[in-house]
């Protein structure tokens, strides 16, 4: 019965999209489209979409006998639930075609020579949103090197080598931008503009998803992904995820022309323009690893490899795959990942569970996202390990994770899980952290594996008695962030709350009494200190592990800048 509703359903799905297209004069449609050759005959043919409408269906009749995805993405866009009937129609192709392989050759083959509007009849895009007035901006403390940053919080992306501290970073229209600072001379070279982002284009809103990240490889040329939230319709179709390319912004590759010199880029075509979230590390034997998100919401997890001495990616390899639910298919299991570089040879990938919808039903308090999960990338091989050594085929999957990465689970502690972090601690066990968004206020809180299993709730590791002061020796009560700057723990950077409600970034001094517990800090010296502002910062260090400078994100209101510390100064361009 169930399989004979579903052959209906398909039927009439058939006859609507018949429907839905027939609205694009067939006229148009040969005019745009691109003539094929019969290789047997000589003579040029169409696929007419009456051709691409009896494929198509077949393939859904075929699927929806075990895929019951496919019935109530029909439902949904017949009651034109939360969308139009047309977006339906997109997201429905876009879950085939990521879905079932066998369906990208033929509507690679229909959609030659036709645009994204000769096919999809969507006249306005609820997902794109259209830029405001300029804002007022505040006026920010002298000392910066960037120009205003529309919309990123984050202190980019900075590496150190030979002397020099490179930052990249999204600048103006969140194009990506790099910058040099020589620490012998003090001189800065640039900003330069690397490429061109799509995000932020043609009366979009600002949009800071596409923030770049930056490596440097073994012959001295700089590699720059940047600009992804999902691709651009003029794309296509994702043949690397489920979800459509709704979002906008075209990920991007560009390459230094010149090694060792940041003034001019070119781009490579190497990386699919559908993903975003770009994180990176480089091994020691050159190669280099960037980790991103193959597309929207309900997409994979992937990665990229640049082999020492190659200026290209290899073929991505996908590490996690989206999950429908069974019961209700409009619920699908994803995940968030976090990269952390452990040892020359290993990468930490840890992640939570995202519950995502086709219905694009998201809600600003992120009340959707639970558990934490630890695997281990052995760069030698390229192979995936849990923390007890056994070997995980790829992809990952929700049902696969919880059976065998799972760390903490926040469902049955009744908690939500907001991020995740691999750590590498001293005794050498593996180990993890996670920051828990529910119940308030957020905290991190870390887990350790000994003796076969894991310990989660523990406290991150200096945070249970930590205390610091400022110039004049009075408690502060609010520490938003400090990093030690060096191995001996002498002086830290430090941004904190005062007691007139500025937010402050200053580098403070250890005053811990030999035998005393926990940690103390006093601050030596402030250096940019505003009322109703917030700050981010991120410690440059060279090989050895020693802090070279920190890169400060002061943002008030709509206005941001970027500065740097180095040597005991704030360092203005």
Same mark, same amino acid.
């Given at each position: 019965?169930?399989?004979?509703?579903?052959?209906?359903?398909?039927?009439?799905?058939?006859?609507?999209?018949?429907?839905?297209?027939?609205?694009?004069?067939?006229?148009?449609?040969?005019?745009?489209?691109?003539?094929?050759?019969?290789?047997?005959?000589?003579?040029?043919?169409?696929?007419?979409?009456?051709?691409?409408?009896?494929?198509?269906?077949?393939?859904?009749?075929?699927?929806?006998?075990?895929?019951?995805?496919?019935?109530?993405?029909?439902?949904?866009?017949?009651?034109?639930?939360?969308?139009?009937?047309?977006?339906?129609?997109?997201?429905?192709?876009?879950?085939?075609?990521?879905?079932?392989?066998?369906?990208?050759?033929?509507?690679?083959?229909?959609?030659?020579?036709?645009?994204?509007?000769?096919?999809?009849?969507?006249?306005?895009?609820?997902?794109?949103?259209?830029?405001?007035?300029?804002?007022?901006?505040?006026?920010?403390?002298?000392?910066?090197?960037?120009?205003?940053?529309?919309?990123?919080?984050?202190?980019?992306?900075?590496?150190?080598?030979?002397?020099?501290?490179?930052?990249?970073?999204?600048?103006?229209?969140?194009?990506?931008?790099?910058?040099?600072?020589?620490?012998?001379?003090?001189?800065?070279?640039?900003?330069?503009?690397?490429?061109?982002?799509?995000?932020?284009?043609?009366?979009?809103?600002?949009?800071?998803?596409?923030?770049?990240?930056?490596?440097?490889?073994?012959?001295?040329?700089?590699?720059?992904?940047?600009?992804?939230?999902?691709?651009?319709?003029?794309?296509?179709?994702?043949?690397?995820?489920?979800?459509?390319?709704?979002?906008?912004?075209?990920?991007?590759?560009?390459?230094?022309?010149?090694?060792?010199?940041?003034?001019?880029?070119?781009?490579?075509?190497?990386?699919?323009?559908?993903?975003?979230?770009?994180?990176?590390?480089?091994?020691?034997?050159?190669?280099?690893?960037?980790?991103?998100?193959?597309?929207?919401?309900?997409?994979? $997890?992937?990665?990229?490899?640049?082999?020492? =001495? #190659?200026? @290209?990616? +290899?073929? &991505?390899?996908?590490? *996690?795959?989206?999950?429908?639910?069974?019961?209700?298919?409009?619920?699908?299991?994803?995940?968030?990942?976090?990269?952390?570089?452990?040892?020359?040879?290993?990468?930490?990938?840890?992640?939570?569970?995202?519950?995502?919808?086709?219905?694009?039903?998201?809600?600003?308090?992120?009340?959707?996202?639970?558990?934490?999960?630890?695997?281990?990338?052995?760069?030698?091989?390229?192979?995936?390990?849990?923390?007890?050594?056994?070997?995980?085929?790829?992809?990952?999957?929700?049902?696969?994770?919880?059976?065998?990465?799972?760390?903490?689970?926040?469902?049955?502690?009744?908690?939500?899980?907001?991020?995740?972090?691999?750590?590498?601690?001293?005794?050498?066990?593996?180990?993890?952290?996670?920051?828990?968004?529910?119940?308030?206020?957020?905290? $991190?809180?870390?887990?350790?594996?000994?003796? =076969? #299993?894991? @310990?989660? +709730?523990? &406290?991150?590791?200096? *945070?249970?008695?930590?205390?610091?002061?400022?110039?004049?020796?009075?408690?502060?009560?609010?520490?938003?962030?400090?990093?030690?700057?060096?191995?001996?723990?002498?002086?830290?950077?430090?941004?904190?709350?005062?007691?007139?409600?500025?937010?402050?970034?200053?580098?403070?001094?250890?005053?811990?009494?030999?035998?005393?517990?926990?940690?103390?800090?006093?601050?030596?010296?402030?250096?940019?200190?505003?009322?109703?502002?917030?700050?981010?910062?991120?410690?440059?260090?060279?090989?050895?592990?020693?802090?070279?400078?920190?890169?400060?994100?002061?943002?008030?209101?709509?206005?941001?800048?970027?500065?740097?510390?180095?040597?005991?100064?704030?360092?203005?361009?």
């Amino acid at each position: 019965m169930i399989v004979k509703k579903l052959f209906i359903a398909t039927l009439i799905l058939g006859c609507l999209i018949n429907a839905l297209v027939a609205k694009t004069e067939v006229s148009t449609i040969k005019s745009n489209a691109r003539n094929f050759t019969n290789k047997e005959s000589g003579t040029q043919v169409l696929m007419s979409e009456e051709a691409f409408l009896k494929k198509r269906a077949a393939l859904i009749i075929k699927h929806s006998h075990h895929d019951v995805t496919f019935a109530a993405l029909h439902k949904a866009m017949e009651n034109e639930d939360t969308l139009s009937a047309e977006f339906w129609h997109w997201k429905i192709d876009q879950y085939l075609y990521g879905q079932y392989t066998e369906f990208q050759a033929i509507y690679d083959m229909y959609k030659k020579g036709r645009t994204f509007e000769d096919i999809y009849n969507i006249s306005d895009d609820p997902f794109i949103g259209k830029a405001g007035p300029a804002p007022t901006l505040h006026k920010l403390p002298d000392g910066h090197f960037s120009d205003y940053l529309p919309m990123s919080r984050t202190p980019g992306d900075s590496h150190y080598n030979a002397g020099k501290i490179y930052i990249a970073y999204e600048g103006a229209l969140t194009d990506p931008y790099i910058a040099s600072f020589d620490i012998q001379t003090h001189q800065w070279d640039g900003p330069y503009k690397a490429g061109h982002s799509t995000l932020s284009k043609n009366g979009r809103k600002l949009d800071s998803h596409g923030y770049p990240t930056m490596q440097q490889d073994v012959n001295g040329y700089f590699h720059i992904t940047f600009g992804g939230h999902g691709g651009e319709k003029e794309d296509g179709l994702n043949p690397l995820s489920i979800d459509t390319a709704h979002a906008g912004g075209r990920f991007t590759h560009v390459v230094s022309d010149k090694p060792n010199d940041i003034s001019s880029f070119s781009q490579q075509h190497d990386v699919s323009p559908f993903a975003s979230y770009a994180q990176s590390s480089k091994m020691p034997n050159g190669d280099i690893y960037f980790f991103t998100r193959a597309g929207t919401h309900k997409s994979p $997890w992937i990665y990229y490899k640049l082999k020492s =001495g #190659k200026k @290209t990616f +290899e073929p &991505p390899v996908i590490i *996690t795959w989206p999950t429908v639910h069974k019961d209700d298919p409009m619920k699908v299991d994803m995940f968030y990942i976090k990269t952390f570089k452990a040892s020359d040879t290993d990468i930490l990938v840890t992640s939570m569970h995202h519950l995502c919808n086709f219905k694009e039903i998201h809600t600003k308090r992120h009340d959707d996202r639970f558990n934490a999960y630890y695997m281990r990338l052995d760069t030698t091989t390229d192979t995936f390990y849990n923390v007890k050594g056994e070997e995980l085929t790829l992809p990952i999957t929700k049902p696969i994770a919880d059976i065998q990465t799972l760390v903490y689970d926040s469902v049955s502690a009744g908690t939500i899980v907001n991020d995740t972090l691999g750590l590498m601690l001293q005794d050498g066990k593996p180990a993890m952290s996670y920051e828990i968004r529910h119940p308030e206020p957020r905290h $991190w809180k870390m887990a350790t594996y000994e003796d =076969g #299993k894991w @310990t989660s +709730e523990q &406290p991150m590791p200096g *945070t249970m008695v930590w205390t610091l002061a400022d110039i004049n020796g009075q408690p502060i009560n609010t520490i938003m962030s400090l990093q030690k700057l060096d191995s001996n723990s002498e002086s830290a950077a430090v941004i904190y709350r005062n007691a007139e409600r500025e937010t402050v970034f200053a580098i403070a001094t250890n005053t811990q009494k030999e035998g005393a517990e926990g940690q103390s800090w006093t601050v030596e010296r402030e250096h940019l200190a505003l009322t109703n502002a917030g700050m981010r910062m991120e410690v440059v260090r060279n090989d050895s592990g020693g802090a070279v400078g920190v890169v400060v994100n002061v943002s008030k209101g709509k206005a941001r800048r970027l500065y740097l510390w180095h040597d005991g100064e704030i360092r203005p361009r």
